[in-house]
């Protein structure tokens, strides 16, 4: 799925016919320096190890035992030679130095006017956030623009790594790391966690979207600003991006290393792991959102969640959350998801939707989704935000 | 070095009990004092650590066959790849050359009769034992997913049992590598016989000497490291868990304050071994020998002043990455001019490819492949784009493995004659070298251009998670060379199964081993095969180490001989060092 489009632009660099071979696509300056500065390191190694390499193999022909043959006397030390090749090696380390240390403080100074991003990296998930209040599980960036992105960790320690744009920088606990790019190839890049994070590690990876155009991005960013319609829905789309998937099944299966499935988890009555009982509802829900060690169901007690506070999870996705696990248990009782979306359409066409009670007024004009937005209803009536339906 | 006729008891010797069947029953072997027995008990371990290791090495290959993982869940997986990391580095390669071959061989090239603390040298093995059955048990029942890096705060936060059990495992351990340690430093400070300067002394005694020196400085840290995790695990005393402030960051200075050193714990021993080994298969003078000698000991120091180059990504300050890649650098040169050294040493010789001089030539070409990649992880830039990718687990191997486990089987073989009085077949020994070569380069090569590609490591799966799929590109490159690289593995395992084979069937079949198989000129070789229980019967005089020109072939003997001490040594021919 992510498209790959150009080879290598490094590939033009007259320094580096290896950077193709060695490294994948590149799409940012940065990369096609570390891919140059790469090059050359690769050429003394390749030198070096044809010298030694080269020098064994004559010596072992030339010099391998055989009848008639027998070793000849040569000095067994020789300060001038030993001098020499100290020196040589030292005047290269320090190049190669030289060379990675320019690299590595044009990739720790971030330009003035950079775009910030906010990443948090929890297990197993990164959230990126975007100045206008949008978040989403892949990093959309506008192209040709420096981005900066501003780093935390809800849990243990990650790491951002974008193999196309050759940059990582760890996401620590308790501290704020940064790393930047400007991305001048629009396309989709892999983005990986690099530092073992646990059980779920391998499958902490996303996407690096560049846009075609900062109009583009934009209007990106725009539509993620707008939740999903629907509850239940919009708590799958949650249950699948925020990583809760890795741990709850939401059809009854128990997944090892993991927490309780959601599979009519809903007003169920649970033994806690002191023996104490509790019955699933909004409370516990929201509780084991936000403090997971405070009560733990008996048997998951090796388990450690991360804590999930509002900036990860806002108190209307929490909404969602239930309301999915409502409706993994049949006792979802909000709006229909044509409801919903008829709502949702209405209050789209009336150009903004604000706070209000009459709900029920989306309901009854149910039958016509279209009808709904022909009309062009004013949305003094029609609010229906779509947190409406599950605000209990 | 070849010294006075009274040494040289040829005939009778044969006849008289060695060190094997001087004495025997299990107490024999278990109350025992004699370093060479010790180090045999040593050898057994590391062997069975070495399997185990190996055969989690084997598991993780197989199971990224497949880029969904083919074998495992990633629970698994990761306890696994910890188990790989942590028998391989705290179980095998820490101890295997001094432990095993130093405990033997350190005491004979210095024609004593044992190590200065006998004791203290049984002490350290059933610390090791003790450790060890921490370390495996805790892993074993419960299920370590740490890594062997132990990283806070996922250690802190993960199951709180094995980390404490393979932390105590770590903590005994260290204490065994301590006592092993000071016992070799104090030996070669004070037993060392009449005639043996510190530059006349054999190179793998000075590579000894610093490894030595830096388990006595840097394995305390490790001990004060595992201890504050375990406190911080149990009793959150908030030293590394951001959540009780402390600082995840802090744990990583700690554990590469000896990580690091530790690497040149595993390596200078094997240094050593190639210094000791290519002379004699090369029949010339080593080149050099000051500034091996002296390069040694200027890689234990430096290694100490490096530990940042793990931490570029790790939220440590530009400056402080700046100043310790500088750093990184500086200790780069003298294992360059090592390899140089060793070259030269080459040049002009009478080169015999026994098996151990063809496990020493792979060790200069895997070696130099290992030092050179270090280069694109000390330079800062590419570090960044490199770090915690497949790209360094490469870089590691070839140097950990191509480095130590190769020289550490290059040893074996050339040492097995004294040590057990039994040749080896050499038709099986240089098969078992050549498979192990090609296997280790399509093992590991194909690695240095998964972690260019980006391939992070400790992965249990590369196909990406359920609406993230890796690019197309990505996955069909990474596929491909895992694939490449699990083929390797196990042409690499046959070949190590095969040197295990012929080591073992030496000695059952092989033929009884000569004095002097192969013509060395340290002590180790003037004493019976295997040595007697005291080693020497009188404290011998030496000279220099490496000159040949004073043996010769006895084909009745199969081995060398000392020439008459009449026949003098042409002096321009093999200069001693002075
Ligand atoms: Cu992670
Ligand atoms: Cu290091």
Redesign the interface.
């Known amino acids: ?4 489009q150009l080879f290598s632009d490094s590939m033009h660099l007259p320094t580096l016919p290896l950077a193709g071979f ?3 696509d590149s799409a940012t300056a940065t ?1 096609e ?2 891919d140059k ?2 090059g050359i ?2 050429w ?2 390749i030198a ?2 044809v010298l ?2 080269g ?2 193999i004559v ?2 022909v030339k ?3 055989r009848p008639g ?10 300060n001038a ?2 001098i020499i ?2 020196v040589i ?2 005047l290269l ?2 190049l ?2 030289f ?10 100074t971030p330009p003035a006017d950079s775009y910030d991003i906010q990443v948090i990296a929890s297990k197993w998930n990164f959230t990126f956030q975007y100045p206008n209040g949008a978040s989403s ?2 990093l959309h960036v506008p192209p040709d623009r420096p981005v900066r992105l501003v780093q935390q960790s809800a ?3 990650h ?1 951002l ?1 974008i ?2 744009f ?5 996401c ?4 704020y ?1 940064y790393q930047w790019f400007t991305a001048h190839t629009p396309g ?3 983005l ?16 690096v979207k560049v846009h075609e155009s900062e109009a583009a991005f934009q209007e990106a960013l725009a539509e993620l600003s707008k939740p999903p319609v629907w509850g239940p829905d919009w708590g799958e789309k949650l249950w ?2 925020k990583g809760c ?1 890795t741990c709850h099944s939401n059809d009854g299966s128990a997944i ?2 993991g927490g309780p499935t959601w599979k009519d988890l809903w007003d169920k009555e649970e033994t806690m792991a002191d023996g104490s009982k509790v019955t699933v509802d909004h409370d516990y829900i929201l509780e084991s959102i936000r403090k997971p060690q405070a009560k733990i169901v008996g048997g998951y007690q ?1 388990v ?1 969640m991360t804590a999930y506070p509002e900036s990860l999870v806002k108190p209307a996705e929490v909404d969602a959350i239930i309301a999915y696990i409502q409706y993994l248990s049949d006792a979802y009782d909000g709006p229909t998801k044509e409801e919903a979306e008829a709502a949702a359409a209405a209050a789209e066409e009336g150009g903004e939707a604000t706070d209000g009670g009459g709900s029920e007024a989306a309901a009854d004009d149910q039958p016509a989704a279209d009808e709904a937005s022909e009309s062009s209803e004013s949305t003094d009536e029609e609010p229906a935000a779509p947190e409406a339906g599950e605000e209990e | 070095m070849i010294a006075t006729p009274a040494q040289i008891e040829q005939g009778t010797s044969h006849d008289e009990k060695n060190y094997l069947n001087v004495s025997s029953g299990f107490a024999s072997w278990a109350f025992t004092l004699d370093h060479k027995r010790i180090g045999i008990m040593y050898l057994v371990g590391i062997a069975v650590s070495l399997l185990l290791g190996g055969i989690f090495a084997l598991l993780v290959r197989l199971h990224l066959w497949y880029p969904a ?1 083919g074998m495992f ?3 698994t997986y ?1 306890e696994i790849f910890t188990l790989h990391g942590a028998i391989m580095v705290f179980l095998f390669i820490i101890p295997s050359v001094p432990a095993s071959l130093g405990n033997f061989f350190l005491p004979i090239m210095l024609g004593a009769k044992d190590v200065a603390f006998p004791r203290m040298n049984l002490a350290s093995f059933y610390l090791w034992v003790i450790g060890a059955i921490f370390f495996v048990s805790a892993m074993l029942i419960s299920g370590l ?1 740490t ?1 062997w890096t132990f ?1 806070t ?2 250690s802190v ?3 709180t049992a094995p980390v404490v059990c393979a932390t105590m495992g770590v903590f005994i351990l260290g204490f065994s590598s301590i006592f092993t340690g000071l016992n070799f430093v104090v030996t070669v400070n004070t037993m060392r016989p009449p005639g043996m300067t510190w530059f006349r002394m054999p190179l793998f005694l000075w590579s000894l000497y610093a490894t030595g020196i830096i388990q006595l400085l840097a394995t305390p840290v490790l001990g004060i490291t595992v201890l504050l995790l375990g406190l911080e695990a149990t009793l959150h005393i908030g030293i590394f868990d ?2 009780y402030n402390g ?3 802090l744990f990583q200075h700690f554990f590469w304050f000896y990580s690091h050193p530790a690497v040149y714990i595993m390596i200078l021993p094997a240094m050593g071994v190639v210094s000791e080994l290519l002379p004699v298969y ?10 091996i000698a002296l390069s040694s000991v200027a890689i234990a120091l430096l290694g100490f002043l490096v530990w940042g180059h793990h931490m ?4 440590q300050s ?1 400056l402080t ?2 100043i310790f ?2 750093l990184t ?1 500086s200790v ?2 003298p294992s ?2 090592k ?3 060793w ?2 040493t ?8 026994t098996t151990g001089m063809c496990y020493v ?1 792979s060790f ?2 895997l070696f ?2 290992g030092g ?2 270090g ?2 992880l ?8 490199l ?3 497949y790209f360094v687990v490469a870089h590691f191997h070839y140097v950990m493995m191509g480095g130590s486990l190769i020289a550490f089987i290059a040893a074996l073989f050339h040492w097995w004659p004294k040590m057990f009085g039994k040749m080896y077949n050499e038709t099986w020994g240089r098969i078992s070298a050549l498979l192990v070569f090609v296997g280790f380069n399509l093992t590991f090569f194909p690695q240095f ?1 998964l972690g ?3 391939m ?7 196909e ?11 996955l069909q ?1 990474f596929t491909a060379l895992h694939r490449v690289s699990t083929t390797g593995a196990m042409i690499l395992g046959v070949g190590l199964f095969i040197a295990a084979g012929t080591l073992i069937a030496a000695l059952y079949y092989g033929r009884r081993a000569p004095r002097n198989p192969w013509g060395g000129a340290t002590l180790e070789w003037t004493c019976q095969s295997p040595p007697i229980h005291h080693n020497f019967h009188e404290t011998p005089t030496v000279g220099d180490p ?1 000159i040949y020109a004073n043996l010769e072939w006895d084909p009745d003997l199969e081995g060398y001989k000392p020439l008459p001490p009449a026949s003098p040594t042409p002096a ?4 001693p ?1 002075g």
């Open positions: 799925m992510i498209g790959s060695w490294f994948g990369a320096n570390v500065v790469f390191i690769t003394i190694c070096f190890f030694v390499v020098m064994m010596f072992i010099y391998r035992a043959h027998v070793e000849q006397p040569s000095p067994s030390h020789n030679l030993e090749w100290s090696p030292i380390v320090a190669i130095f060379l990675g240390f320019n690299g590595f403080m044009d990739m720790r599980p892949v849990d243990v320690i790491s790594f193999p196309a050759r940059i990582k920088q760890d620590v606990p308790g501290r790391t989709e890049y892999d990986f966690c690099a530092e073992y994070c646990g059980l779920d590690h391998s499958n902490m990876n996303s996407y699948r991006e998937k090892v290393g090796g450690n | 993982g869940d990633a629970k990761n997913d890594g990283y705060p996922y936060e993960t199951s951001p959540k600082d995840p960051v090369c029949r010339k003078h080593i080149f050099g020998y000051k500034f570029f990504v790790s939220s530009a990455a700046v890649s500088g650098f780069a040169i360059g001019i390899v140089f050294n070259l030269a080459m040049y002009k010789g009478n080169l015999y490819l030539l200069l070409f130099t492949i050179l990649t280069l694109h000390g330079s800062l830039a590419t570090d960044v784009a770090h915690d990718t251009l260019s590609l980006g992070p490591r400790r992965y249990a799966s590369y990406g998670r359920e609406g993230f799929p890796v690019s197309e590109t990505m490159q490496y321009h021919e093999q200069e060092v």
